[in-house]
């Protein structure tokens, strides 16, 4: 599925992503500065979370919760191994069924499950971002 949107769209985007994906482990694919982080924003909003929604580039994690269920924001960024991930108990949170949101994913390919779905976000010359939803195996 690809969907072209701007920063006002961003509700109906990830509304979209939630009910549209067989996962709820998700990948998120872009450059610096494309709008990861603001679209897992927008995703924790919509599942109901209510707390201040932030980047874990230094801490790694976040841990999100709404009524339900617990959201785990992930970035990857700043590793320098798989070995750190596996430092944090990564594998644990993937035995869990929360949602599970990653930033820089590929820094960590040996350690991801088979079911996954990847959001690859591009800008576009006009300010809007265009994402695909592609279906790992």
Not at 57 to 73: K, R
Not at 110 to 123: F, Y
Request: aromatic share 10%.
């Amino acid at each position: 599925m690809i969907i072209e949107y701007s920063l006002e769209d961003l509700p109906d985007v990830a509304k979209q992503i939630i009910n549209g994906v067989a996962s709820k482990i998700l990948l998120f694919d872009a450059s610096m500065g494309v709008g990861k982080t603001t679209l897992i924003k927008e995703i924790c909003k919509q599942l109901g979370v209510t707390d201040v929604i932030s980047s874990p580039t230094y801490s790694l994690v976040n841990e999100y919760e709404n009524s339900t269920e617990s959201i785990y924001h992930f970035d990857f960024y700043r590793i320098d191994n798989e070995e750190e991930a596996h430092d944090i108990g990564f594998e644990e949170y993937l035995d869990t069924d929360a949602w599970i949101l990653i930033e820089w994913p590929e820094k960590v390919p040996n350690l991801l499950p088979e079911d996954t779905i990847t959001l690859k976000i591009e800008l576009l010359d006009n300010g809007k971002r265009v994402l695909t939803y592609l279906k790992d195996s």
